[in-house]
């Protein structure tokens, strides 16, 4: 098939097939005519690759899914090892998300009536004791401090 056709086959536009090819992520296929011809065999590739970006994987990070001479693992132990560090991935990303629902739920429901008063409750916040539940202030990947507001106001 040419790549017209297995780019409606499989919905990626020729242009991400070539892509793909150009990086390595697709093996090269044969030129009939000076055109590519693919196989089966491609629309399956095609088909993983698809699935490897639903589960949200880096281009880098499916490259060594599809690149068994980079850590000699079959298949399956690589999909293992990648499924682990994303889901560990998503776990971070929730909780992130869990702090970022609590502190914009704190400030929604701020009735201050100017910045320096809702500036100073901010402070109390961050200055009291964390209880249980609480966000407290975390490190960002980078080694610096990110404040965020914890859940329950004074």
């Not at 697709?26 to 009939?32: F, Q």
């Not at 088909?47 to 970006?53: P, T």
């Not at 560090?85 to 970022?100: P, Y």
Request: proline fraction near 6%; hydrophobic fraction near 40%; include cysteine.
């Amino acid at each position: 098939m040419r790549i017209g056709e297995l780019s409606r086959r499989s919905g990626v536009p020729a242009t991400a097939l070539r892509y793909w090819e150009q990086v390595g992520l697709l093996p090269r296929v044969p030129r009939v005519s000076g055109r590519r011809e693919y196989g089966e065999d491609s629309l399956r590739r095609v088909g993983l690759l698809l699935l490897a970006q639903e589960c949200g994987f880096t281009l880098a990070e499916t490259r060594r899914l599809f690149a068994p001479a980079l850590d000699g693992k079959a298949p399956s132990a690589r999909w293992e090892m990648l499924a682990e560090v994303k889901l560990a991935e998503i776990e971070r990303v929730e909780r992130l998300l869990g702090q970022m629902r609590s502190a914009l739920q704190s400030v929604r429901s701020c009735h201050c009536v100017d910045l320096d008063t809702c500036g100073a409750l901010a402070v109390q916040l961050l200055a009291s004791p964390p209880q249980a539940g609480d966000v407290t202030p975390a490190t960002r990947a980078d080694g610096r401090k990110r404040i965020t507001a914890r859940s329950a106001r004074p």
